[in-house]
C-alpha cells in the first residue's frame, strides 16, 4: 500500500511558476506508474501528466505540454510537477495518484489508479 500526500500548491499569477510534490510512503514505490490529475470546480477530474516507474518515459497531453514537466525521485520516495507558464485555465485541486505497474504504457483514466493523496490547491489570477 502506498501513502501519498501533495505540498507545493497556492495562488500564483498568470505566467507564474509553482512545483508541487508529492511525497509517497510504503513499500514499493519505485514499481509504480504515477500520475498527476487536476480537477476544477464543476468538471472532470483530467490527467495532466505520467511518469514511469524508472522515470524513463513521461507523458503529458497538449494541453500543459511545453509547460508541466513530471519527475521522480525513487530513493526519495517523490514525485514533482514543474508547472510554468501558468494560465487562468489552470486553477485546479491537483492530485497526486499511483498504479502499480511497471509498465510503459501511459494509463490517463483516474480509474486505472490505486492510490491518491488528498490534493493541493492551485489558483492562478488573471
Known amino acids: 500500500q502506498v501513502q501519498l500526500v501533495e505540498s507545493g500548491g497556492g495562488l500564483v499569477q498568470t505566467g507564474g511558476s509553482l512545483r508541487l510534490s508529492c511525497a509517497a510512503s510504503g513499500r514499493a514505490f519505485s514499481s509504480y506508474y504515477m500520475g498527476w490529475f487536476r480537477q476544477a470546480p464543476g468538471k472532470e477530474r483530467e ?23 513530471i519527475s521522480r525521485d525513487n530513493a526519495k520516495k517523490m514525485v514533482y510537477l514543474q508547472m510554468n507558464s501558468l494560465k487562468p485555465e489552470d486553477t485546479a485541486v ?31 489570477s488573471s
Open 47 to 69: 490527467f495532466v501528466a505520467g511518469i514511469s516507474w524508472s522515470g524513463g518515459s513521461t507523458y503529458s497531453p497538449d494541453s500543459v505540454k511545453g509547460r508541466f514537466t
Open 94 to 124: 491537483y492530485y497526486c495518484a499511483a498504479r502499480p505497474s511497471m509498465s510503459l504504457l501511459v494509463v490517463t483514466a483516474s480509474s486505472e489508479y490505486t492510490y491518491w493523496g488528498q490534493g493541493t490547491q492551485v489558483t492562478v
